[in-house]
C-alpha cells in the first residue's frame, strides 16, 4: 500500500512538473513571437502575397483577414494542446528528462496557431472562364453542378413572375439533376433524378408542398460540403449548411398573435426565436430522408390532396421559400472550398520561386464539422523563421462561423456573458430581484435580435412594416436598460468601463486586421491595413456574443468612451517582388523596438481540465437561459 501511494505522488510531481515546464516553453514561445511581431514584416508581406497572386489568377473577389492571437488565449490554448499532445507521446514510464526532451518541440508544434490569416471566397465570383479551362474533373462536375442549380432557381422565378403562358409552358419542363449526385449512386427513385420546379405561390395542398420539398432538400444535399467530425458520437455524410428563419417573418408571426402592448410583443417574439434559433439542425440529406418518410406516410391520409387552410398554406411556403434562400447562398459553396483547395497549395509552391522567399508546407488537414464549420487549414513555415496558419473558407462558410450554428458565441467554452455590464435604466433599486427581472426580459430580446437584421439592408416591400416594428421593439427595450458607468471588478472596488473594455481587448481581444489592393499605380501592390480599437471590439463581441443590438449598446458606448481612437500603426504596402525594401531592416528601428518590448509575465496556473473563458474581473454565473 505505501508503494501505491508513493507511485500516485510521484504521478502527481511528474504531471505538475510537465504543466509547469509547458508553461515556461509556451511563455518564452510567446514572447518570441510577440517581439518578431514588432520589426519583421515577412508574415504580412506573405499574405500580400498570397492576395496578389490569387486574385490575378483566379478571381478578383477574395479578402484575407488576418490576425495576432491575443496573449491570454495564445497561452490557454497552447497549453492545453501542449499538455494534451505530451501526454500521448509520453513513454509508460516517463521521467523529467523524458519531459524535457519532448516539451520544446510538442509546444513549438502547437504554437503554429498564434500568427493567422483566413482566404475568404467571395460567393458572387463568376468561375465560369476558370472552370471551363481547368482540366479537373472534379471541378467539372461542381461546375456542371452549380450550372443545374441556377437553372432550377431561374426555372421557379420565371414562373412566379411571369404570366400564364409561361406558367403553363414551365409546368412540362422537368430538370435533369443526375449530374448533381457526386458523393454517391443515382438513387433509384424519379423524383429524386428529375425534378420539376413549382410555383410556390400554387402550393395549395400537402401533396404540393411535399414535391416541392423534396425538390429542394435534392439539390441542397447535394451543394452540402462533407463532414470529417461528428462531436454527438454518431456518422453524419454532411455538415449543417441551415441559415436561421428570417427574424423579420418571426416578427410577422408575433404580430399575428395581437399582441397587447410593447412587452406583450416582445415576450412572444423572444418565445418564438428561442423556438427557431439556437437549435441543432439536421444536414439536409437527413431532413430529405425523414421528408420522404413522411410524404409516404401523408399519401395514406384522405386529405392528402385536400385544399391546405389559410395559416398551414402561409407556413408551408415560407419554408419552402426560406429552403429557396438558402440554396440561393448555398449553390456554388462546394466548388469555391474546392477551388481554394487546388488553389492556396498552388500559390504557395509559386511564391517559393521568388527571391530570398522559401515557403515550406509543414502540414495540412480539412475540417467539416456536424455544425457547418468547413475550412481547409495549412500550417506553413516561411524562411525557415515564422511558423503561420493560413484557412481557406467561402464565403458562406466564413458568414456561418461568424453568425450561424458554428460561431464561437454558441459555444459554451468560447462565449462570454457580458450581462454583468448592464443595469436597469430607470429603476430605484438596481439589485432587487424586481430589477434584475426586468433587466434579463429586455436583455433576452435584445441578445436575439441581429443587429444586421434591424439595418434593413435589402428588405423586400412585403417586410417593410415588419422592419419598422422591429425597430420600435428594439428601440424601446434598449430605453430599458443601460450599460454601466462603473463595473465591480472585486467586492467594493470598481473601475470605469472604458477601462474595463481596454483590459478585455488587451487579454482577450487580438490584432485584426485586412489584406488589400493597394490604390496606386503599380498594379502588383496591396496594403496591410490594421485595425483600431474599436474594430477589435466588435470582432470580440460578434465572435463571443453575436452582434446582436444588446452587444451594440456595448460597442456604443465605448465608441462615446473614445471620441477619437488612434489605429494600431499606420498600413504598409508590399509588393511581390520581394525585394529587400519589402521588409523593415531599419536597425534602429529594430534596436528601439528591442528596447520598449516588455515580455509577458504571466503567473502558472496549474491545469484543472477546465476550458473556461471568461473575462478578467468577473466571475461569469451562466443564467438558464445563456447561450
Given at each position: 500500500m505505501p508503494e501505491a501511494n508513493t507511485k500516485l505522488n510521484n504521478d502527481a510531481q511528474l504531471r505538475n512538473y510537465s504543466q509547469e515546464k509547458v508553461h515556461e516553453i509556451t511563455i518564452e514561445c510567446v514572447n518570441n513571437y510577440l517581439l518578431l511581431n514588432q520589426y519583421d514584416s515577412l508574415f504580412h508581406t506573405f499574405l500580400s502575397l498570397v492576395f496578389m497572386k490569387f486574385r490575378d489568377s483566379v478571381a478578383t473577389s477574395i479578402h484575407i483577414p488576418f490576425r495576432n492571437k491575443a496573449s491570454q488565449s495564445s497561452i490557454h490554448n497552447i497549453e492545453k494542446e501542449s499538455i494534451r499532445l505530451l501526454e500521448e507521446k509520453l513513454p509508460e514510464n516517463y521521467t523529467k528528462e523524458d519531459i524535457d526532451m519532448l516539451a520544446p518541440d510538442v509546444v513549438q508544434s502547437i504554437c503554429k496557431d498564434f500568427l493567422a490569416a483566413t482566404v475568404v471566397f467571395h460567393s458572387k465570383n463568376n468561375l465560369s472562364e476558370y472552370c471551363e479551362e481547368s482540366d479537373d474533373?472534379?471541378?467539372?462536375?461542381?461546375?456542371?453542378?452549380?450550372?443545374?442549380?441556377?437553372?432550377?432557381?431561374?426555372?421557379?422565378?420565371?414562373?412566379?413572375?411571369?404570366?400564364?403562358?409561361?406558367?403553363?409552358?414551365?409546368?412540362?419542363?422537368?430538370?435533369?439533376?443526375?449530374?448533381?449526385?457526386?458523393?454517391?449512386?443515382?438513387?433509384?427513385?424519379?423524383?429524386?433524378?428529375?425534378?420539376?420546379?413549382?410555383?410556390?405561390?400554387?402550393?395549395?395542398?400537402?401533396?404540393?408542398?411535399?414535391?416541392?420539398?423534396?425538390n429542394l432538400l435534392v439539390l441542397l444535399t447535394n451543394s452540402s460540403m462533407l463532414c470529417t467530425e461528428s462531436p454527438d458520437g454518431k456518422t453524419h455524410k454532411y455538415c449543417v449548411g441551415q441559415v436561421d428563419v428570417p427574424y423579420l417573418q418571426l416578427v410577422k408571426q408575433a404580430k399575428a398573435m395581437n399582441p397587447r402592448n410593447n412587452d406583450e410583443f416582445i415576450k412572444i417574439l423572444t418565445d418564438l426565436a428561442r423556438e427557431n434559433y439556437y437549435v441543432p439542425y439536421l444536414p439536409f440529406d437527413e431532413q430529405l430522408e425523414n421528408t420522404i418518410n413522411e410524404f409516404k406516410a401523408a399519401k395514406k391520409d384522405s386529405s392528402f390532396k385536400s385544399p391546405l387552410s389559410v395559416k398551414e398554406r402561409a407556413k408551408n411556403i415560407q419554408e419552402l421559400k426560406n429552403l429557396q434562400s438558402n440554396l440561393k447562398q448555398m449553390k456554388n459553396d462546394r466548388l469555391l472550398n474546392y477551388v481554394l483547395s487546388i488553389e492556396l497549395p498552388r500559390i504557395f509552391d509559386e511564391l517559393s520561386t521568388l527571391p530570398n522567399l522559401h515557403v515550406e508546407e509543414i502540414s495540412k488537414k480539412v475540417r467539416g464539422k456536424l455544425n457547418g464549420f468547413y475550412a481547409s487549414y495549412y500550417i506553413l513555415k516561411l524562411n525557415d523563421v515564422v511558423i503561420c496558419e493560413v484557412q481557406g473558407q467561402s464565403e458562406f462558410r466564413s458568414d456561418i462561423s461568424k453568425d450561424g450554428n458554428a460561431a464561437h458565441n454558441m459555444m459554451d467554452s468560447k462565449s462570454f456573458n457580458f450581462r454583468h455590464l448592464f443595469e436597469p435604466a430607470a429603476f430605484p433599486f438596481k439589485n432587487t430581484p424586481k430589477a434584475q427581472e426586468i433587466l434579463k426580459f429586455y436583455c433576452d430580446f435584445l441578445e436575439t435580435v441581429n443587429l444586421n437584421t434591424v439595418s434593413g439592408y435589402r428588405v423586400s416591400k412585403e417586410d417593410k412594416t415588419a422592419l419598422r416594428d422591429l425597430k420600435d421593439l428594439v428601440e424601446y427595450a434598449s430605453s430599458k436598460i443601460k450599460v454601466k458607468d462603473k463595473v465591480e471588478v472585486q467586492p467594493g472596488n470598481f473601475i470605469s468601463f472604458e477601462k474595463y473594455i481596454d483590459n478585455i481587448l488587451s487579454a482577450y481581444g487580438s490584432k485584426y486586421g485586412t489584406i488589400n489592393a493597394a490604390h496606386r499605380i503599380e498594379h502588383n501592390q496591396a496594403l496591410e491595413v490594421p485595425q483600431n480599437a474599436l474594430f477589435s471590439l466588435e470582432n470580440l463581441l460578434r465572435a463571443r456574443v453575436g452582434f446582436s443590438c444588446l452587444a451594440n449598446l456595448i460597442r456604443t458606448k465605448y465608441k462615446e468612451c473614445k471620441s477619437k481612437i488612434p489605429p494600431y500603426d499606420l498600413a504598409k504596402a508590399f509588393s511581390p517582388s520581394f525585394s529587400e525594401h519589402d521588409i523593415n531592416s531599419n536597425l534602429d528601428e529594430i534596436e528601439k523596438a528591442k528596447e520598449t518590448y516588455e515580455p509577458l509575465d504571466v503567473p502558472f496556473n496549474p491545469m484543472n481540465g477546465e476550458d473556461s473563458d471568461i473575462p478578467p474581473y468577473h466571475s461569469s454565473d451562466k443564467d438558464d437561459d445563456a447561450r
Amino acid at each position: 500500500m505505501p508503494e501505491a501511494n508513493t507511485k500516485l505522488n510521484n504521478d502527481a510531481q511528474l504531471r505538475n512538473y510537465s504543466q509547469e515546464k509547458v508553461h515556461e516553453i509556451t511563455i518564452e514561445c510567446v514572447n518570441n513571437y510577440l517581439l518578431l511581431n514588432q520589426y519583421d514584416s515577412l508574415f504580412h508581406t506573405f499574405l500580400s502575397l498570397v492576395f496578389m497572386k490569387f486574385r490575378d489568377s483566379v478571381a478578383t473577389s477574395i479578402h484575407i483577414p488576418f490576425r495576432n492571437k491575443a496573449s491570454q488565449s495564445s497561452i490557454h490554448n497552447i497549453e492545453k494542446e501542449s499538455i494534451r499532445l505530451l501526454e500521448e507521446k509520453l513513454p509508460e514510464n516517463y521521467t523529467k528528462e523524458d519531459i524535457d526532451m519532448l516539451a520544446p518541440d510538442v509546444v513549438q508544434s502547437i504554437c503554429k496557431d498564434f500568427l493567422a490569416a483566413t482566404v475568404v471566397f467571395h460567393s458572387k465570383n463568376n468561375l465560369s472562364e476558370y472552370c471551363e479551362e481547368s482540366d479537373d474533373p472534379t471541378v467539372k462536375q461542381l461546375y456542371n453542378q452549380l450550372l443545374i442549380v441556377e437553372d432550377y432557381l431561374r426555372a421557379i422565378e420565371r414562373k412566379e413572375d411571369k404570366g400564364l403562358f409561361s406558367n403553363i409552358f414551365g409546368s412540362s419542363k422537368y430538370i435533369d439533376v443526375s449530374d448533381t449526385y457526386i458523393d454517391g449512386d443515382l438513387p433509384k427513385d424519379k423524383r429524386l433524378t428529375r425534378l420539376k420546379p413549382m410555383n410556390l405561390n400554387n402550393v395549395m395542398s400537402r401533396e404540393d408542398y411535399y414535391k416541392q420539398k423534396i425538390n429542394l432538400l435534392v439539390l441542397l444535399t447535394n451543394s452540402s460540403m462533407l463532414c470529417t467530425e461528428s462531436p454527438d458520437g454518431k456518422t453524419h455524410k454532411y455538415c449543417v449548411g441551415q441559415v436561421d428563419v428570417p427574424y423579420l417573418q418571426l416578427v410577422k408571426q408575433a404580430k399575428a398573435m395581437n399582441p397587447r402592448n410593447n412587452d406583450e410583443f416582445i415576450k412572444i417574439l423572444t418565445d418564438l426565436a428561442r423556438e427557431n434559433y439556437y437549435v441543432p439542425y439536421l444536414p439536409f440529406d437527413e431532413q430529405l430522408e425523414n421528408t420522404i418518410n413522411e410524404f409516404k406516410a401523408a399519401k395514406k391520409d384522405s386529405s392528402f390532396k385536400s385544399p391546405l387552410s389559410v395559416k398551414e398554406r402561409a407556413k408551408n411556403i415560407q419554408e419552402l421559400k426560406n429552403l429557396q434562400s438558402n440554396l440561393k447562398q448555398m449553390k456554388n459553396d462546394r466548388l469555391l472550398n474546392y477551388v481554394l483547395s487546388i488553389e492556396l497549395p498552388r500559390i504557395f509552391d509559386e511564391l517559393s520561386t521568388l527571391p530570398n522567399l522559401h515557403v515550406e508546407e509543414i502540414s495540412k488537414k480539412v475540417r467539416g464539422k456536424l455544425n457547418g464549420f468547413y475550412a481547409s487549414y495549412y500550417i506553413l513555415k516561411l524562411n525557415d523563421v515564422v511558423i503561420c496558419e493560413v484557412q481557406g473558407q467561402s464565403e458562406f462558410r466564413s458568414d456561418i462561423s461568424k453568425d450561424g450554428n458554428a460561431a464561437h458565441n454558441m459555444m459554451d467554452s468560447k462565449s462570454f456573458n457580458f450581462r454583468h455590464l448592464f443595469e436597469p435604466a430607470a429603476f430605484p433599486f438596481k439589485n432587487t430581484p424586481k430589477a434584475q427581472e426586468i433587466l434579463k426580459f429586455y436583455c433576452d430580446f435584445l441578445e436575439t435580435v441581429n443587429l444586421n437584421t434591424v439595418s434593413g439592408y435589402r428588405v423586400s416591400k412585403e417586410d417593410k412594416t415588419a422592419l419598422r416594428d422591429l425597430k420600435d421593439l428594439v428601440e424601446y427595450a434598449s430605453s430599458k436598460i443601460k450599460v454601466k458607468d462603473k463595473v465591480e471588478v472585486q467586492p467594493g472596488n470598481f473601475i470605469s468601463f472604458e477601462k474595463y473594455i481596454d483590459n478585455i481587448l488587451s487579454a482577450y481581444g487580438s490584432k485584426y486586421g485586412t489584406i488589400n489592393a493597394a490604390h496606386r499605380i503599380e498594379h502588383n501592390q496591396a496594403l496591410e491595413v490594421p485595425q483600431n480599437a474599436l474594430f477589435s471590439l466588435e470582432n470580440l463581441l460578434r465572435a463571443r456574443v453575436g452582434f446582436s443590438c444588446l452587444a451594440n449598446l456595448i460597442r456604443t458606448k465605448y465608441k462615446e468612451c473614445k471620441s477619437k481612437i488612434p489605429p494600431y500603426d499606420l498600413a504598409k504596402a508590399f509588393s511581390p517582388s520581394f525585394s529587400e525594401h519589402d521588409i523593415n531592416s531599419n536597425l534602429d528601428e529594430i534596436e528601439k523596438a528591442k528596447e520598449t518590448y516588455e515580455p509577458l509575465d504571466v503567473p502558472f496556473n496549474p491545469m484543472n481540465g477546465e476550458d473556461s473563458d471568461i473575462p478578467p474581473y468577473h466571475s461569469s454565473d451562466k443564467d438558464d437561459d445563456a447561450r
